[in-house]
């Protein structure tokens, strides 16, 4: 027969081997619903203390010309990205960081804002380094900055944000210090010390390294500046006194009854080279972890990337360091786990008791989920037992049967273990009361 004779219209089976298996690339995440949800509650924590302090929130694209890297960090940058030439012949990178973008951005478009500007940002970001604890080659960062102000109370006022974030993860004074430096202070220490400008910047970056490196080394490299590490040491002891920008921060912060979080520490410069004024880190009290967050004040670097001279400070914390160290912390711990259990949560099981009834459960869980309740239903036929079990599993905190007795349903309060006839059009009012 004809049909015989015809090429099969399904593929052959695939055949599936065992000895190649797919991995996660290094420095690379699988999210899992758990771990999705511990991220999208870290999320969910930087949008509320962002939006209270008066933040709007924005985005710029994941993919950028390369040269807007190197025009900020210099041509070294390049080696720590995920760079290729695109379609169109151009260079192009995988964002490592996103104050460049917003630089770009604000200077495009300045003139449609009022300032200063107070703009919020929660995004994916990619560096080609080692993977560590706390660093990864992908990993998400919020990023906070005021544009358009020059006062130094902008970055008080952001200091204060990163304070109320470790806050509301739940830590306390007893868990974090937010310290705090200028780098300018320390520009007018090795000026007055007949210091270059590249002199300059290669002698900020000792002091950024100075609390991780041998004190040998650490006097090897400032004598090899001129340096005597004896007075580098007296700089750094004199804190407050030693910058006038640090004293009104300080003085500001303790005004709003952050006195017990912040401390003054010069030995921070942060690494970025287009650190202008006040910089800040945070840290976890038993150093166990690499900073949590860190910024400061960048004032040139809109003019650099967009021709338009604005003041500028902001800040930047990661999903990867804050995670880690909320698992590590019991009270934060104890809050991620009721979020994550919250997410996982079902409102509602929609239990088909009648198998003939499956269009009518159907449109229970239909009109549940239009009221604003999250309900699931069975997809293929299952034993009422099994699907108790099921709404047990799923952490539901009531079942709403669905038998012969439709439209009148049977709720039950799992946690109860109270049970009442409802109306099916009543049902969601029903479970509002019962909450």
């Known amino acids: 027969m004809l049909w015989q004779r015809l090429p099969s219209l399904h593929p052959a089976p695939l055949r599936f081997s065992m000895a190649k298996r797919f991995q996660t690339l290094p420095g690379f995440r699988d999210f899992y619903p758990e771990e999705c949800a511990a991220r999208n509650y870290v999320f969910d924590v930087w949008r509320r203390v962002a939006r209270r302090y008066g933040f709007v929130e924005y985005e710029g694209p994941v993919l950028e010309p390369t040269e807007l890297y190197r025009r900020k960090s210099g041509a070294e940058i390049v080696n720590q990205l995920f760079c290729f030439e695109d379609k169109g012949g151009r260079e192009v990178s995988m964002r490592p960081e996103l104050t460049p973008t917003l630089a770009r951005m604000a200077a495009a478009r300045q003139r449609d804002f009022r300032k200063p500007l107070r703009w919020f940002s929660i995004g994916q970001f990619f560096r080609y380094e080692k993977h560590q604890k706390g660093r ?173 001279e604005m003041p500028a400070c902001g800040f930047a914390m990661g999903d990867m360091v804050a995670t880690d160290l909320i698992r590590e912390t019991p009270a934060p711990s104890d809050l991620l786990s009721a979020a994550a259990a919250a997410a996982a949560g079902l409102d509602v099981q929609v239990v088909l008791a009648d198998p003939s009834k499956g269009d009518e459960a159907a449109l229970v869980a239909q009109r549940l989920r239009e009221a604003g309740w999250r309900a699931v239903l069975p997809l293929s036929e299952a034993k009422v037992g099994k699907q108790f079990q099921a709404a047990e599993q799923a952490g539901a905190r009531f079942a709403a049967v669905v038998g012969a007795e439709f439209p009148e349903v049977t709720l039950r309060d799992l946690a109860r273990r109270s049970e009442r006839k409802v109306p099916c059009e009543d049902l969601a009012a029903a479970l509002g009361e019962a909450e």
């Not at 004190?215 to 590490?229: I, M, R, W």
């Open 136 to 308: 990864g080659r992908e990993f998400y960062q919020f990023n906070c900055d005021i544009l358009g102000e020059p006062s130094v109370l902008a970055d008080a006022e952001l200091m204060a944000l990163s304070v109320d974030l470790m806050r509301e993860f739940g830590f306390t004074a007893a868990d974090f210090r937010l310290r705090v430096s200028d780098r300018d202070a320390w520009v007018g220490f090795a000026a007055e010390r007949g210091l270059g400008e590249e002199e300059i910047a290669s002698f900020l970056q000792i002091i950024d390294k100075m609390e991780r490196t041998p004190e040998d080394k650490v006097a090897e490299q400032l004598g090899a500046l001129g340096l005597a590490p004896e007075d580098v040491r007296a700089f750094v002891a004199s804190g407050a006194e030693a910058s006038p920008a640090i004293r009104e921060v300080v003085r500001n912060l303790r005004a709003r009854g952050l006195g017990d979080y912040v401390e003054v520490d010069l030995g921070i410069v942060r690494g970025l080279a287009y650190y202008t004024g006040p910089v800040f880190e945070i840290f976890d009290i038993a150093r166990g972890m690499r900073a949590i967050a860190g910024g400061g004040r960048y004032d040139q670097l809109v003019g650099l990337v967009g021709g338009v």
